[in-house]
Structure formats: C-alpha cells, structure tokens
C-alpha cells in the first residue's frame, strides 16, 4: 500500500474514532439516569449515536464484500477454490433440510408454544440448527485429527 493512500484511511480512521468519541462523552456527560426516564434525552444523544455505529458498520460491510470480490475476481484460483467450498456448503444445507423435521415446537408435555406452528418457518429452524451441527462435528473432527496428527510427530 502506498504511502498516500496509507495516511488517508489513517485520517478516515482518526475522524472516525474522534467522531465516536464525541458520542461517547454525550452519552457519559448526560448519565444513566436521563438516558433512561427521558425521551427527548434518548432522542437527541442515544440515537445519533446508534444511527452513527449503524452507518459505519454498513459501511465497513460493504467496503470489505467490495475488496472480497475484487480480489476474488484479480485471483481465478482463489475464487475457483472459494466457489468449491460454497458449492460444500450448499450441500451441506440441503443435506440438513432434507434432514429437519417441519413439525410444530412443543413443551416438555406435548403442548403447542406460542407461534410454534408446524411449517417452514419451523422447518428453517430446524434445519439452521442442524447445518450448525454438521458444521460443529465437521469442525470437531478436522481438529481430532490435527490433533492426532501433532502427536504422532
């Protein structure tokens, strides 16, 4: 990275944390107390200090896809590698939705929860939680074996 354009994402940092600074000092300088018991308080100190934190973190996100995909696109092997493993992703998500119940949720007794209604909504749940744990005993095994790879050296 080139010296000038070094010096500018420095400033930008700079700005940044000054600005989120300044917030901070709002929020400490009004206490507990007023943010909590007063509306008008919340309004003019909390929410630009939220609105703020949201527009830097949008940001950051869309700046770092940006790189990603510039930098996807500069290196085909690099991307011919990172669409392999989206493609095992995939598979492994339609493996833990065709695997996950669409049932309603039910207590310990066999009672209907609140908004726990058989459908895809209870469908997407299930399979979330079962791509988690694919992912997890997948994760667990890759260390396993690292593991058992360390001591035999």
């Known amino acids: 990275m080139n010296k000038n354009l070094s010096k500018i994402l420095t400033l930008i940092a ?7 600074f300044v917030f901070f000092i709002r ?17 003019s100190i ?3 200090f939220v609105l703020f934190a949201e527009v830097v973190l949008i940001a ?5 896809v940006i790189f990603s995909v510039v930098n996807l696109l500069k290196n085909p092997q690099v991307l011919k590698r990172s669409l392999i493993a989206v493609g095992v992703l995939i598979v492994f ?9 669409d049932a309603a949720v039910t207590d310990t007794v066999g009672k209907v929860l609140e908004d726990g209604e058989a459908g895809s909504v209870s469908k997407w749940v299930s399979t979330g939680i079962n791509f988690s744990a694919i992912l997890g005993i997948i994760g667990f095994g890759a260390f396993f074996i690292d593991f058992v790879r360390s001591l035999v050296k």
């Not at 700079?14 to 989120?20: R, T, V």
């Not at 950051?60 to 770092?64: E, L, M, V």
């Open 14 to 20: 700079g700005l940044i944390g000054a600005i989120g």
């Open 27 to 43: 929020v400490i300088m009004a206490g507990d107390d007023a943010i909590e018991n007063d509306a008008a308080v919340q309004a």
């Open 46 to 48: 909390v929410s630009p």
């Open 60 to 64: 950051t996100a869309i700046i770092a």
């Open 93 to 101: 998500l339609v493996i833990a939705y065709s695997i996950s119940s």
